[in-house]
């Protein structure tokens, strides 16, 4: 995993009246166990994926509680697991990434948001949207409206994230609807304190059995049973959750002497919005504002009368709503005109941003144009620009793969089948191999969700002159590419290729464990990729080491030419490099420690003999491989180099020698604790 939470696991266990310190994701977890769930599951995915961390680290913890646990297979996989909240009183919580993971589960949300639930239900998403994102730019309210199912967005602190998850249970149960709690990429890491609770033990889990299965017709989301059922959210459940928003005050309304203006945010942006202020001079240091504010904790259902009597008696009121559209813009007005409200002016999205991140400085520069002091926003504006003069013009430098990273050599390979057969479409697929878009191998023409490349390239590849490609990562495989993908390929008999990056973990999102993972936290089955492929009737499958990468670029070739007709799979076989260094960094310490002998391997460049045409470079794209001054006076052209950071995968040698480039790359051994025969050998060596 991407990260331990194994000493940190034990403030879970904090009782009645203590005091947690630590990080949002951590808290949220607590407050699970306080609201007493029966059980949690989910999918890994940013800013989220700390959650299935935390809670894979405290299985001790929750099997004494009696909450089952379960890392699910895929966000759908997750999303149905609620299901146990339709029939039963058990409380149910599960994590993935927002919005991508919330398509993928689509369709059990929506019947479970028909049918509604006896238990509590919460969905924790992370909304990864903005800056760090690194998914398509969408909103989970839109999801939210479609299915209604309600919308927490609570302010960042832990003690109203605390506040919200014990709510949410609660905002279930009262109004028999599933809760999403969305939490923004900075707040799922916010560091804080909470008072904590005494954890609950669930009244019906693993541990406290239910003895009679329950059966309700009017719960499965079969006609006419739909049709009630859609009544119902809207006569029973909507009102139900409307009056215990209110009645619970989940919403907060923050006072300020200057009455005649207003602003009205969605709770996740608060401290944005609270850090502008101070900034203008207009609330001091413990959030206390001059101008009130409406912080909306819930933003899904809205409360109309809450909004009518925040805007009674102002002229303008500013609306801070991250994304579009501006779903809570729109509804206020509406609400407003059909209050007959027609005094105070709506302002949002003409003075802050259609779409994007709202960052400190976005919010601050709107806030001082809704105010009149756009001069306030100068200085920093002169900051950015002074730094630009200072810095100067520097080179744009892309993400790009690891040091080492088992995935690069692949499309070394591809490059290099491209110069000898021609260009070829290359379905991409989302992953660690994504970054094959950008320079300096520019491979992938299309990418259309997790584990669906090879789907998106059914319909491409009988329309091409050559064969086409499909990259699929292991992650995507076991969420959603053995079924929609290579069973598809398979059914209708399709052509193609399939490259499979068999890295051993879900290494984009933190190097989670998959089904086929070489090692695993707990003892599971050895579930493989082969026997699968195998299974659904794939009949030419390959395994390469990613690191070799003449014969990856071979077998490349014979799949291209093969006379067989059908899927040809070639499964690229490399650890990541992560994960790898992980575990072995502390193996060599403790080598190292007890003066044991360590061989390390390095790589470097023969200034003599490299020509400084930088081939090796642009087919490589390694951090640790760039280039210095030339050392010979006579020579102009800078000399490619090996850094400090290699971990002596070979793949610049490899490269070198597959597309027969200079021959300057060498291969070194630094020993550490040397024993006498290392010196002996050694010392002679060099004497000769």
């Known amino acids: 995993m991407e990260r331990s939470f194994k000493q940190e696991v034990a403030k879970l266990k904090l009782g009645e009246g203590e005091t947690f310190h630590g990080e949002a994701i951590l808290a949220v977890t607590k407050a699970l166990l306080q609201s007493g769930v029966s059980y949690v599951g989910g999918y890994q995915g940013a800013p989220v994926s700390h959650v299935m961390d935390v809670l894979n680290d405290a299985r001790d913890i929750l099997d004494e509680l009696g909450v089952h646990v379960e890392t699910n297979a895929n966000e759908a996989g997750a999303a149905a697991m609620l299901g146990a909240s339709i029939n039963y009183p058990m409380r149910g919580a599960v994590a993935f990434k927002s919005t991508v993971g919330t398509n993928v589960a689509s369709d059990a949300l929506s019947n479970l948001a028909s049918a509604g639930v006896k238990g509590g239900a919460l969905l924790v998403l992370g909304e990864d949207y903005g800056e760090g994102s690194s998914i398509i730019q969408e909103r989970t309210h839109a999801f939210a409206m479609k299915s209604q199912i309600w919308l927490l967005d609570p302010r960042p602190n832990l003690p109203k994230i605390v506040e919200m998850v014990e709510r949410g249970f609660e905002l279930s149960e009262a109004s028999s609807t599933p809760v999403m709690l969305e939490l923004r990429i900075r707040a799922c890491h916010v560091q804080g304190a909470f008072t904590t609770k005494q954890n609950q033990r669930p009244a019906l889990s693993k541990r406290a059995l239910i003895e009679n299965p329950d059966f309700d017709y009017n719960r499965i989301c079969l006609p006419p049973a739909t049709y009630a059922q859609e009544k119902q959210k809207i006569h029973v459940r909507w009102p139900a959750a409307v009056r215990f928003i209110r009645e619970n005050k989940l919403n907060e309304t923050f006072p300020g002497e200057m009455s005649d203006i207003g602003i009205i945010c969605q709770g996740g942006l608060y401290n944005a919005a609270i850090r502008a202020l101070q900034t203008l001079g207009l609330a001091d240091a413990f959030g206390a504002a001059k101008v009130p504010i409406y912080c909306m904790n819930v933003t899904y259902p809205m409360l109309p009368e809450e909004i009518v009597a925040f805007c009674a008696g102002k002229r303008e009121v500013l609306i801070v709503e991250e994304g579009q559209p501006a779903y809570l813009e729109e509804a206020v007005l509406a609400t407003l005109r059909r209050q007959d409200i027609n005094a105070v002016r709506i302002r949002g999205k003409d003075l802050l941003p259609l779409a994007g991140e709202y960052t400190g400085e976005v919010v601050l520069t709107g806030i001082a144009k809704f105010l009149g002091r756009d001069a306030a926003v100068a200085p920093i504006k002169a900051l950015k620009e002074k730094a630009v003069q200072l810095l100067g013009a520097l080179p744009q430098r892309p993400p790009g793969f690891c040091v080492g990273c088992p995935e690069r050599p692949v499309f070394s390979a591809m490059k290099i089948l491209e110069k000898e057969s021609g260009k070829f479409h290359l379905s991409a697929d989302i992953g660690c191999h994504l970054f094959s878009t950008l320079p300096p191998f520019n491979i992938g023409n299309t990418v259309l969700g997790y584990g669906l490349g090879l789907a998106s390239n059914s319909a491409v590849h ?32 399709n052509d193609g290729i399939l490259v499979i990056m068999k890295n051993g973990y879900s290494s984009a999102t933190g190097t989670q464990e998959l089904p086929s993972s070489p090692q695993h936290s707990d003892v599971k089955e050895d579930i493989s990729m082969e026997r699968a492929l195998e299974g659904v009737g794939v009949g030419w499958v390959k395994t390469v080491d ?13 799949a291209m030419t093969s006379d067989y007709k059908g ?9 990541c490099q992560l994960e790898r260094q992980r575990k072995l960094r502390p193996a060599v310490a403790d080598k190292l420690k007890k003066g044991e002998r360590h061989v390390r391997v390095r790589y470097g460049v023969d200034e003599d003999t490299c020509t400084g045409d930088h081939s090796c470079i642009r087919l490589s794209g390694c951090p640790t491989l760039t280039v210095k001054d030339n050392p010979d006076p006579l020579r102009t052209d800078p000399v490619a180099t090996v850094i400090d950071g290699c971990v002596g995968c070979g793949l610049c ?34 004497r000769k």
């Not at 091409?464 to 008999?493: I, P, Q, S, Y």
């Not at 550490?672 to 010392?683: E, V």
């Open 546 to 558: 990613n690191y070799r990468v003449g014969d990856v670029a071979k077998t490349l070739k014979q």
């Open 462 to 493: 009988p329309a091409m002159a050559r064969r086409t490609v499909t990259m699929m990562g292991d992650g995507g495989f076991w969420h959603n590419g053995l079924t929609t993908g290579v069973a598809n390929h398979v059914f209708n008999k």
């Open 567 to 575: 899927l040809k799979v070639i499964i690229a076989e490399g650890e």
């Open 653 to 686: 040698g490899e490269n070198a020698h597959a597309a027969v480039l200079c021959p300057s790359f060498y291969r070194a051994e630094v020993i550490q604790n040397p024993t006498w025969w290392d010196k002996l050998w050694n010392g002679s060596s060099l």
